[in-house]
T-cell receptor, first 115, second 114 residues
Framework: DVKVTQSSRYLVKRTGEKVFLECVQD?????MFWYRQDPGLGLRLIYF???????EKGDIPEGYSVSREKKERFSLILESASTNQTSMYLC??????????????FGEGSRLTVL | GDSVTQMEGPVTLSEEAFLTINCTYT??????LFWYVQYPGEGLQLLLK?????DKGSNKGFEATYRKETTSFHLEKGSVQVSDSAVYFC?????????????FGKGTSLLVTP
């Protein structure tokens, strides 16, 4: 089975702190994604990566950056956390593009609270 | 741009009731359509998909048919169970619009009571 592992299920951080959310997948997938999930807003794409060291902005990249130094690992970075970044963050990966019918595999999520 | 609109919840049904969750979409090309499900405390997982018009996706008793003429992909199940309680997301991805990522609807929460 494909496994997408997010390093932290729950985090509490203070405003202004630098936050790292880590994601690792074990199926050698080319494509990886970071979404945030908020009640009433569904899932919104922050960034995605289609290869090592390659990244593309999604719909809401402001306040975030990403790093993909190895194929299996995709990190989301909040340079200076703010309260409006309190949310559930979901990492996903896939081999075949969703546009071609590919399935995204999701981690269990990281719930971040910024105080 | 591409978008998905699904009915708002929460939807509360008794066990063995019939379920419909409406989903309509807007896309410039010929998108692939998906239903994902999120059980409490878990990440999302694919429930079913359809990649071209008139295709029917099915899984675990759930079905959805890709209707290009009405731009819809409604989710149905004939007899729901308590274990179906979850949040359901309709989504699309369109190769005419990069095709990398999924555009999700806002989700519909389903509660099935015994």
């Amino acid at each position: 089975d494909v496994k997408v592992t997010q390093s932290s299920r729950y985090l509490v951080k203070r405003t202004g702190e630098k936050v790292f959310l880590e994601c690792v997948q074990d199926m050698d997938h080319e494509n990886m994604f970071w979404y945030r999930q908020d009640p009433g807003l569904g899932l919104r794409l922050i960034y995605f990566s289609y290869d090592v060291k390659m990244k593309e902005k999604g719909d809401i990249p402001e306040g975030y950056s990403v790093s993909r130094e190895k194929k299996e690992r995709f990190s989301l970075i909040l340079e200076s956390a703010s309260t409006n970044q309190t949310s559930m963050y979901l990492c996903a990966s896939c081999e075949l593009l969703a546009g071609a019918g590919g399935e995204l595999f999701f981690g269990e999520g990281s719930r971040l609270t910024v105080l | 741009g591409d978008s998905v609109t699904q009915m708002e919840g929460p939807v509360t049904l008794s066990e063995e009731a019939f379920l419909t969750i409406n989903c309509t979409y807007t896309a410039t090309g010929y998108p692939s359509l998906f239903w994902y499900v999120q059980y409490p405390g878990e990440g999302l997982q694919l429930l079913l998909k359809a990649t071209k018009a008139d295709d029917k996706g099915s899984n675990k008793g759930f079905e959805a048919t890709y209707r290009k003429e009405t731009t819809s992909f409604h989710l149905e199940k004939g007899s729901v169970q308590v274990s179906d309680s979850a949040v359901y997301f309709c989504a699309l991805s369109d190769l005419a619009n990069s095709g990398y990522a999924l555009n999700f609807g806002k989700g519909t929460s389903l509660l099935v009571t015994p």
